[in-house]
């Protein structure tokens, strides 16, 4: 059981660390030049879930790197997609290109399924001396992003101007899957909020799903302060939303960053 100080402390990522996995967190992070926030809570009454997590920092102290991935199945299956998650961002944690990272997790999760196992993922490299965010998205649902420019929240996918066209398949559906890497410039104050799909597809007591379109709308409530700030109001709204009926059907997570 988590403690109310550890809950409420933040944690400082060192050199070449990853931190992260598939069980119930809550804390608050210093990356290089980003502060976050990563809230997981599994599927009860499972203590690990299939969403996966992780965070990491270069040994130059500039390069931060953030992956949310939903793995099909449970139990061994994806604490076994989690090893692996994990091993192959230590191997690649110096590079600033992420394309033989994303490549290798596809091989790996084609090499290790079992079954029909698959797993969407979105990676983002986040280059602090510039603001330069990298990112791929393998069949990911779309993070929000909160331009302080504009003021305005929008989903991070094909439909925003200022990226290019994403197409990536979930990793461990075809061998050889091309994988594009995306950049855009983050200003300071800028918000990414990362979810799984738990989330958008919570339901109200109607059994109707939250959607993306509702998920947007709840995002112009949230406060831009911080990145605690805003993922805390995102869970509590998406609790105000299912109405405390059924408990979740799924395992959902939140990662939310912001540029300081």
Not at 38 to 47: D, F, G, M, Q, T
Not at 64 to 90: K, W
């Amino acid at each position: 059981m988590m403690t109310m100080e550890q809950a409420n402390q933040v944690y400082r990522l060192a050199c070449l660390e990853v931190r992260g996995g598939n069980e119930r967190a809550a804390y608050a992070a210093e990356l290089p030049g980003m502060d976050g926030w990563v809230w997981c809570r599994p599927l009860r009454p499972s203590r690990r879930g299939g969403d996966l997590y992780y965070i990491s920092a270069c040994s130059q102290g500039v390069v931060a790197r953030v992956v949310l991935a939903d793995v099909s199945g449970h139990g061994d299956v994806v604490g076994d997609a989690a090893v692996r998650l994990r091993d192959a961002l230590r191997k690649h944690v110096e590079l600033w290109d992420q394309s033989m990272l994303i490549r290798q997790l596809n091989d790996d999760f084609l090499a290790g399924a079992r079954r029909t196992q698959f797993a969407t993922l979105f990676l983002a490299s986040y280059y602090s001396e510039t603001g330069e965010l990298l990112f791929t998205n393998a069949g990911h649902t779309p993070p929000l992003w909160y331009r302080t420019a504009t003021r305005k929240w929008s989903f991070l996918d094909n439909a925003t101007p200022l990226s290019k066209e994403i197409v990536d398949l979930p990793l461990g559906l075809i061998a050889g899957t091309s994988y594009s890497q995306t950049a855009v410039q983050l200003e300071a104050g800028d918000l990414l909020l990362l979810y799984t799909d738990g989330i958008s597809e919570a339901s109200d007591e109607s059994g109707a799903q939250l959607g993306l379109a509702r998920l947007l709308s709840l995002a112009e409530n949230l406060p831009v302060d911080s990145a605690v700030a805003a993922g805390k109001a995102l869970v509590a709204a998406v609790g105000r939303f299912s109405g405390g009926g059924a408990p979740p059907a799924d395992d959902q997570t939140v990662v939310v960053l912001q540029r300081v």
